[in-house]
Structures are given as structure tokens and as C-alpha cells.
């Protein structure tokens, strides 16, 4: 990229704010060294990491790369013999284990973040280094006294030694002989030994060796001569302890150096992974957009791209105050012309679309509407700003006119030109002509290009030449202020007249300057001036439109999620009712075959238990069309009023052996209810009186049998079942056979009683296992068992004996 243009479009203030994001300086370094590229690949990947970056911070607690530092410096000092400090080593060691830890956070999310795992696995770690430092350094930056064996030594003398020397300065200084010669009891050092405080008049009365004295001359910081073998023996172990101690750090250091390559690549690999972080993080707080990349070059010759910018933002300017602009080339337009007053944002505009062109191309997300596209360009241009240059004796002009011979002879169909003020600081007739030249020229070239510029003739150009456009700067003739919108298709006007006149210039003046106007320049200002009263009229109907449009949507979408909780809801209800219908007949199935069972043990008929289970069926069957409400009863005829029974009478039923309740009387037959079965039956088939008393009594609604006779016991022992028998969770059927199985073996095993836990839930095993004890032949009673042994939950079974 062309550096002036760089500099021109301040984009090294873009890359200063993207570096403030950095966790260290290699990724701020990195971050300085970012210059644009144009490969479409290497551009693609470095945005679609800057998206999962996004993602990553905006739905995680990611806090960072850790305690990562840039150590390439001292680790390369190292590999050419240097010898580190602890301190350096520590960053090292923390370098590594931040690579590390963040590579096995992101190995498990390779699935969510792709990309970046890519750059950390790049991350190279020496084995053992982290432990050989562990064993060396402490967590405070200190050798340990266990690095060696000598370091150790030296290290448990030097404590005796230093002990001794104290302990014989304290009871110098607490000797009542010495203290009044002391100026303070207090031990201090001069030049690496200890010595005490002596008055200057009593240095003839303290043997010692004189190190210092006080600025006032009155103290004298003196070695008493007792402990001169002390402080050379604790200066002797210092200087090996600090040998020793150099001689563990190079030897470390070495191992360091011997890795570099693997070091330096871990933090080369950290600190683009901390750049992917940076630009998402430059993206949220810009509210920026990832640019979608297109090219339109459908030959050689063609020009490179094309430029749709929407709600496009300067990245430098306060978000609360610059005007977002569209600019959006027509298909075949590769060329904007952009006229319009002083003042109104016409260098803002093309400042914006170069400086978005660099931040897309350099991996960065754009501030922008979502949709926004850009072409991929191998070089930007632009000549903007006032080029005078007092020290190369250049005008203007002249300094424009030499940017302008620079660009044009570089730039191709592959590069992206920005010219402000085209053809001005000269004659402006001579400036028009040049500036027509120009267009002319990169129009042939075909060079993708936005010119800012003052002449009106440029606007005609534009009007009549095929691939370029027009484009002005809206500005507000009341307020007298330019309002920075830029009108696509429209060019725009000097206004010169209009402003002169609302400041006050005299009205003469203003009607002659207008006869001197071109007529042809008075009927375009008057079409300008009716294009922008229809274009304003017809924006004010397409935002009402559009307001409009938002409102129906927005009921659109109330009235489908009422709908859809409508249904939602009408789904559940269907689908309890069905599941609770079911139920409901499984468990009267239940009844019907253990009714049926009993039957068959009491060898009774079975032809009105079969219907009665048929039309169960039947029932169950309905269960699948639309719910109704369904049950077994039929319409009751007319009542029978010389019937003897009347309805709630408790009658015996001859034919099924049970009893019953009348809930209806007809002339031919009467409905009975027994339990929640309902049958109709003849009038002989029911009876007022109790059965005879061998059949035993239940409950309304049970089913009463003739026990068989008790079948005689083997007089071999049956092997026992045990005593006690589960059945929880069991199907009616599965639960049946258990137990009839069950209560045979455990009689035939002569047990005297046994226990059937069946649980407590709805009571249906209950009730069927308790009905199987009443026809068994085998059980004599039966009883709930008490609470501290299952309560209901539990049926005791006692046994007939021999």
C-alpha cells in the first residue's frame, strides 16, 4: 500500500486504537506492524477469526491470554550464552504454561472455535523446561535454597554465621562498658559489613576499625575488632553463595537458549491469537460489521471491485455526532463524482470509504450496516488535504498536480483512487478542463475512483459518460448548515447565491449576479431544485411505508405466536385427556380380565364378561378418533313403574355371581353397576336376597366365588419361594401370574403365612392382589400389614393349614 496514502487516510490512529486492546507488547507489536493486504484466502481466514474472537468474549468469561509475557528478547539473550534473572526466567515459565492452559481450554472446543485453535496449536512446548524451572525458581523469583546441594550448604552456614555476628554486636552494644561510648544501640553496615555507632571522642577507647563518619563529623561507624573474623567469614559466604547462584542461573539459562526457537514461536503464536481478540474487541466497542468481499472483474481489464457501503461511519469520529452515508456504485459504475458546498462533509466521505477499504483489507470489522460489501484492492491512492509546501517552493496546485502525476502512474484496474478538490488552486476554467482530462483518463484505465470537486461542468460529465455516477452532499438552506447526508444519483450545488443572500447581502447585488449566470445554469439549478422536493416527498412516503410495514410485521408476528401457544396448549389438552382416557381403560380392562379369571377358576359362564370386555374395547378403540365422552352404559328406556326393584336397590346377579347396585330400570331389563363396570341384564337374572352362605360377602361391587376345595399338600417339601413376594411396577397381567404361581408354591412349601408387596400408588395391584386372596384356595385370611412393616403398601397372606 502506498504509504502517503496510509498517512493521508490516518490509519495509523487506527492501528494505535487497535493496539490499546493488547494483553502484551508482542501482540501490540504485531498489532503496529499490521499494514493491508489483498489475498483473498489470507483475508477471509483473518476475518472469520476475528468472528469466532467475537464470539468467544461475547458468550464466555474468556478474561484473557494469562500471565503471557514478551520474552523473545531474553530468551534470545540466552541462546547466545546470556544468563537470566529470576525474574526473566518466572516470565518465561508463565509464557509457557498461559500457551498451555489455553491450548487444552480450546482442544475441547475445537467444535465452537476452529481458527483460533489452529493459531494456538502452533504453540510449541519444551518438555521438562517448566519443571526444570520449578525445581531452580520459587514462586517469589527467588533461587531455592534446593537448586543444589552446595547452594544449600553454603546457605545453612551463612544463617549460622550471620546469627553469630549478630548475637556478638548485640552484646557489644548492650555491654554497660560500651554502650556510653555508643551513639545509638544500633547495628547498621558500611560497604558489606556491620558496624556500630561510636562518639568521635572515644575513638581511642574502642578497638576497632574505622568504615565511615557522619556528615557532622560526630560518628563514627566503626568494625569492632572482636567480630572482623565474623564479617570476613559472612563476606566469604555471600561472594560463593552469589557464585553459586550464578553458576545455577546460566546453567538454567542455558537450557532456556537451547529452546528459543520453540519459545520465541509460542509467543509469536499468543500474540496472534491475542490480535484475533483485539480486533473483535475493536469491533464491539465500533458496533462494527464483518465487510463481505466481492469482484466484479469479469476480464482482465475489468476494474476490481465495487463499493456498497451502508450506514457507513467514520471509525475516528465520535459515534454520537458523525452522520452514517451510503455509497453504493451501480452495476457498470466504477467512478463517483461528488459535488457540493464547502464545509459539507465531501473529504469525510472519501476519508470514510478509504479508511473502511484499509480496516477490511487489514482483518478488521468496518463500521457499518450489515450487507455492506467491498472489492479487494492491491493499492489505495489518495490525494486529499492541501499539498503546499513552502521548503519544495510548490503552490497548491502544484503539489496536487505532482500527487496526481505519482498516482496516475501507478494505479491499475486493481487499485482504488481518492481525489478531493480535483483541479483546484488554478483557473478554474484551465482547472475544469484538466479535472474532465483526469476523469477521462481513469475512466479509460478503468480505475475505480471517488472525486470530490467544486465544477460544475464535472456534474454534466458525469451526467453523460457511462460508469460513472453523481453524488452530493445534502446541506439545510434554513439553517444555513450542511447536514453531511450524501444524495446518491444527484449532484449538488454551490448555493453560493442563496448563503450570500440569508447572511444579508444587499438584494442589487444578489438579482445582478444572477443575470450574469448562464441560462442553462439557472434551468439546472431549478431541476436540481424540483428533483430534490421529489426526492424528499418521495423519502417521506417510502418512511412511512416502511413504518407501516415495520407495524404489520410486528402484528404479524403477535398474532403467530398467539396462534402458536393457541395450539400449543389445545395439543396438550388432547394429549392429557387421550393419555388419561387410555388409563382409564386399561385399568377397566384390568378389572375385566381379573373378573374373567376368577370366573374361570369358579367355572362360571363367561358370556356376559365377554361382552362387557368387548365393549372395552370398543372403547379403547374411540380413544384414537377425536375426543368424546365415552362409556359402556346405553340409553335407559322408559321406566318400568310395576318393576318390583327400584333404582338403588342392592341386588346378587345370578349369572356373574356378584353383587351389584340398580342405577336403571327398563321394561325388558335393568342396569346394574358393579365397581366402575355398568351392564344391563334381564329381570330374572337379579335378586333382593343374599346368595347362600357359601359364597363369601365382599364389598359393593366385588367379585364373590365358591372357593374350591383346598387341594391336599404333597408330603414331600416343596422347595420354599420365601416369604415375602414383590411385585411393584408390574403390569395387572405380569403381577396375576406372579402371584397365583406364588401363592400355589408357597402353600405347596407348607409356609404358614407369607407377605405380597405390591405398593401403595393408585391401590389397582392392591385391589387385584387382594381379590386373588378372596378366590384363592390356598389362602386362608388376609390382612394390611401394619406401618412400621409397608402399611398399605403390604397384604399379609395367612395360609390353610394341613
Known sequence: MDEKTLKVLEYSKVIDKLASYASFSASADLARKLKPIYDFELLHTLQKQTGEALLLISTTDFSGIGGAHDVRAPVDRASRGGVLEPTEIMDVKSTLIAGRDLLRVFERKESQFPLLLAILRQISLPLGLIENINLVISDQAEVLDSASIRLGRLRSELKITHERLFSKLQRIIADIRTAPLLQEGIITQRDGRYVVPLRTEFKGQFKAIVHDQSSSGATLFVEPLVIVDLNN???????????????????????????AVEITGSVDALAHFDMAIMRAKYALDLKAIEPVFSNNKKEETAPVGYIKLLQARHPLLDPGKVVPIDVVFDPGTYCLVITGPNTGGKTVTLKTVGLLVLMAQSGLYIPAQSGSELGIYQRVFADIGDEQSIEQSLSTFSGHVKNLVHILGQADNSSLVLLDELGAGTDPQEGSTLARAILEYVLVKKI??????????????????????????????????????????????????????????????????????????????????????????????????????????????????????????????????????????????????????ELVKARQPLKQVTQVKKSAESIHSLIKKPLVEVGISVASPAKNAASPHQIGDKVFISSLQMHAVISDIGEDDVEVQFGSLRARTVHADIQKEEPSS?????????????????????????????????????????????????????????????????????????????????????????????????????????????
Not at 445582478?512 to 430534490?532: F, S
Not at 359393593?700 to 419361594?721: D, I, Y
Not at 388376609?782 to 394341613?802: H, L, M, N, R, S
Open 233 to 259: 567469614r559472612l563476606r566469604e559466604l555471600e561472594l560463593e553463595e552469589r557464585n553459586e547462584v550464578h553458576k545455577i542461573l546460566g546453567e538454567l539459562s542455558l537450557k532456556i537458549g537451547e529452546r
Open 448 to 597: 475505480t475512483s471517488l472525486v470530490a470537486t467544486h465544477y460544475p461542468e464535472l456534474k454534466a460529465f458525469a451526467y453523460n459518460r457511462a460508469g460513472v455516477m453523481n453524488a452530493s452532499l445534502e446541506f439545510n438552506l434554513k439553517t444555513l448548515r450542511p447536514t453531511y447526508h450524501l444524495i446518491l444519483g444527484i449532484p449538488g450545488r454551490s448555493n453560493a447565491l442563496i448563503i450570500a443572500e440569508r447572511l444579508g447581502m444587499p438584494s442589487e447585488i444578489i438579482e445582478n449576479a444572477r443575470t450574469m449566470l448562464k441560462p442553462d445554469d439557472l434551468k439546472t439549478d431549478n431541476l436540481l431544485d424540483e428533483i430534490t422536493r421529489q426526492r424528499d416527498a418521495s423519502k417521506k412516503v417510502r418512511s412511512s411505508a416502511d413504518r407501516m410495514r415495520s407495524e404489520v410485521e410486528k402484528l404479524q408476528k403477535e398474532l403467530r405466536e398467539r396462534l402458536d401457544d393457541i395450539e400449543n396448549e389445545r395439543t396438550q389438552i388432547v394429549l392429557s385427556a387421550t393419555e388419561q382416557a387410555e388409563k382409564d381403560v386399561e385399568d377397566l380392562l384390568s378389572e375385566i380380565e381379573m373378573t374373567r379369571r
Open 694 to 802: 357359601s359364597l363369601q360377602s365382599e364389598k359393593l361391587g366385588k367379585v364373590v366365588l365358591k372357593k374350591a376345595l383346598t387341594p391336599p399338600r404333597p408330603t414331600v417339601f416343596r422347595e420354599s419361594p420365601g416369604l415375602e413376594l414383590s411385585i411393584r411396577g408390574q403390569r395387572v397381567d405380569d403381577a396375576q401370574a406372579m402371584v397365583e404361581r406364588y401363592l400355589e408354591n408357597a402353600y405347596m412349601a407348607r409356609l404358614p403365612f407369607a407377605r405380597i408387596v405390591h405398593g401403595k400408588g393408585t391401590g389397582t395391584l392392591r385391589k387385584v392382589v387382594q381379590e386373588m386372596l378372596m378366590a384363592s384356595p390356598y389362602v386362608e385370611s388376609w390382612e394390611i400389614a401394619g406401618e412400621k412393616e409397608g402399611g398399605a403398601g403390604v397384604t399379609v397372606v395367612k395360609f390353610k393349614p394341613d
